[in-house]
T-cell receptor, first 113, second 109 residues
Framework: NAGVTQTPKFRVLKTGQSMTLLCAQD?????MYWYRQDPGMGLRLIHYSVGEGTTAKGEVPDGYNVSRLKKQNFLLGLESAAPSQTSVYFC????????????FGQGTRLTVV | AQRVTQPEKLLSVFKGAPVELKCNYS??????LFWYVQYSRQRLQLLLRHISRESIKGFTADLNKGETSFHLKKPFAQEEDSAMYYCALKVNSGYALNFGKGTSLLVTP
């Protein structure tokens, strides 16, 4: 009963490096989301997906790309990391519909130096 | 534009005191509102949703459409209630959650 699992849990990058964060869910959810959490800013939506093969931009998409090749996985990529991308990243998933609960991963703490 | 406002960054109360975490929203449609909680070193989890009108861990929240508010209340705070609380509004775009900036609740003995 894993729920939503994020890999890795921690990462330190140098400016300009690239990396991919993996989110996997085993609840057969249609919707998946990537948020970033920063002090005093709450959670802000980066990108989301409403189904396999589809993605869309959220509130703060610049500097990130995503892919959803399989229903259970949602990847977040940083092509050229910047210190402004230092944050805690949360993945979430949910079923379609109003008032459905979103289930969150445990977070990935990323530091860009 | 949809917006969720939590005016208090930090709320400190004594154990046994009543607590109210404020949430106001702006949305032209029919709102779907939630409270999520994040305990220290844990993932966010759902606490309440307005449609359920339920009480979880002694917390309740009533949707007031006239005041566009969804305040979270508990009559007697406990130390284990110390956490970060987020009010969230579900919007039409992929049914993503639009979060407020959060209120850190500290319950002291």
């Amino acid at each position: 009963n894993a729920g939503v699992t994020q890999t890795p849990k921690f990462r330190v990058l140098k400016t300009g490096q690239s990396m991919t964060l993996l989110c996997a869910q085993d609840m057969n959810h249609e919707y998946m989301y990537w948020y970033r959490q920063d002090p005093g800013m709450g959670l802000r939506l980066i990108h989301y997906s409403v189904g396999e093969g589809t993605t869309a931009k959220g509130e703060v998409p610049d500097g990130y790309n995503v892919s959803r090749l399989k229903k259970q996985n949602f990847l977040l990529g940083l092509e050229s990391a910047a210190p402004s991308q230092t944050s805690v990243y949360f993945c979430a998933s949910s079923f379609i519909g109003r008032n459905t609960e979103a289930f969150f991963g445990q977070g990935t703490r990323l530091t860009v130096v | 534009a949809q917006r969720v406002t939590q005016p208090e960054k930090l709320l400190s109360v004594f154990k046994g005191a009543p607590v109210e975490l404020k949430c106001n929203y702006s949305y032209s449609g029919s709102p779907e509102l939630f409270w999520y909680v994040q305990y220290s070193r844990q993932r966010l989890q759902l606490l309440l949703r307005h449609i359920s009108r339920e009480s979880i861990k002694g917390f309740t929240a009533d949707l007031n459409k006239g005041e566009t508010s969804f305040h979270l209340k508990k009559p007697f705070a406990q130390e284990e209630d110390s956490a970060m609380y987020y009010c969230a509004l579900k919007v039409n775009s992929g049914y993503a959650l639009n979060f407020g900036k959060g209120t850190s609740l500290l319950v002291t003995p």
